[in-house]
């Protein structure tokens, strides 16, 4: 038997790069792997490294690169984790060469060495790892493509559009909160103007219960854009949300002063002011609503409410007073003249409730109970009654 000896493969960055352009990745990657390993090669006299180390560590970056990159069967299983040796050896690179060289490797261009610069090298290796993750995403194999989304944003750390794909869709989608706030914040670092940055940032902070975070977001969005309508609001839910209501009512003043025609800042007032178990700016700002939309179905019903309750109370203020002193008896007969009144006050807004939304479940219920109401003061309302009982049970609706 004869023994073919395997011929030695020796340091060469010149045939590691002529490998590489012709595609020859594992005949490349067999003498980078040499070339990098060899300490005379890599290192001088003095025990720095050598004139090609930067070189040498770029040209593997590059190699390892294509293998992660190629479509060839027989070239991807040269690696487990190509990658990994990728992000090391360009690091390396970079940290050997600090900068003193555009350009490390060349290209043929026309059959003739062409020097290719180093940004070249990463817009061009950026776009094959963009074009792939893009492919990945369609297939909504998200974690697989945020993968490839952070090796696009490795090779261009501060293109915009790519700490935004990574941050706002590639991320989230893969359900990588923690790396898309880093990515977002990269983002807005990077003189990033896109306000779907901050919106994504709001999301995930409320979705990880971090309040102060996405209100801080909350905040800088509004103060950015202060006729934003969206942007104001997102402020307000957390005030509403976590039972902050004097800075609820404080932003939406703020709305409501900077657009007189803003109905729906001053509904939101009027939430706002019962919440805080104040009925008269509550009944302030719903009037001011139906100023500008007369037709406005929920400040509408909360003024129904609103008066319907009043009558209740003067009902219940009338049963309270048990003395029969002439006085006694006197302020009972002006609050029994005065409930009627109040209760057909209501009647007026229930009505434009009706006129708004004629079928709408709530309106009828309550026009319905307070039609009950009235007819103990006005026979005439027991007509009213026996015609809105016909019109609930044609909609299905249970009524005594």
């Known amino acids: 038997m004869f023994a073919l000896a395997q011929k030695e493969i020796k340091p060469s960055v010149t045939k590691a790069e002529a490998a590489l352009q012709k595609g020859a990745f594992d005949e490349a990657k067999a003498i980078i792997d040499v070339t990098v390993a060899n300490q005379e090669f890599m290192v001088d006299k003095k025990g720095n490294p050598s004139k090609n180390a930067a070189k040498a560590w770029y040209l593997k970056g590059l190699i390892y690169a294509g293998i992660d990159t190629t479509k060839a069967d ?91 794909n990574a941050g706002v869709y590639f991320g989230p989608s893969a359900g990588e909160d923690d790396k898309s706030i880093d990515y977002i914040k990269k983002y807005i670092a990077a003189s990033g103007k896109n306000t779907d940055a901050y919106i994504q940032l709001y999301t995930i902070y409320t979705k990880k219960k971090d309040t102060e975070s996405a209100l801080k977001v909350a905040q800088e969005l509004s103060a950015k854009y202060p006729t934003n309508v969206d942007f104001l609001n997102m402020e307000y839910n957390i005030y509403a949300q976590n039972n902050r209501l004097p800075e609820a009512k404080l932003l939406m003043q703020k709305r409501a002063g900077a657009n007189p025609q803003d109905k729906e800042s001053r509904y939101f007032l009027g939430l706002i002011c019962n919440e805080m178990k104040d009925p008269v700016e509550t009944m302030k700002w719903m009037q001011e609503a139906i100023k500008i939309d007369p037709d406005y179905y929920e400040a509408n019903l909360v003024i129904a409410k609103l008066t319907y309750t009043e009558a209740q109370n003067l009902r219940k203020e009338r049963t309270a007073i048990a003395g029969s002193k002439p006085a006694d008896l006197a302020k009972r007969q002006e609050l029994y003249q005065k409930i009627p009144v109040k209760l057909k006050e209501s009647e007026v807004y229930w009505k434009k409730c009706l006129d708004a939304k004629p079928n709408e479940e709530e309106a009828l219920y309550g026009i319905f109970s307070l039609y009950n109401d009235i007819s103990t003061y006005d026979e005439k309302y027991e007509a009213k009654i026996t015609e809105l009982k016909k019109k609930m049970k044609s909609l299905g609706l249970e009524v005594d």
Do not use: C, H, W
């Open 74 to 164: 027989k070239f991807k299983s040269l690696e487990a984790d190509p990658f990994k040796v990728v992000k090391e050896a360009f690091t390396k690179a970079e940290e050997i060469d600090k900068g003193k060289n555009e350009s490390l490797v060349n290209k043929i261009f026309l059959g003739q060495p062409l020097p290719m610069t180093k940004k070249e090298v990463a817009g061009t290796l950026a776009q094959k790892y963009l074009e792939r993750g893009y492919d990945i995403y369609k297939t909504k194999d998200y974690k697989k493509a945020f993968v490839d989304m952070e090796k696009v944003v490795f090779f261009v750390p501060d293109d915009t559009t790519q700490l935004m």
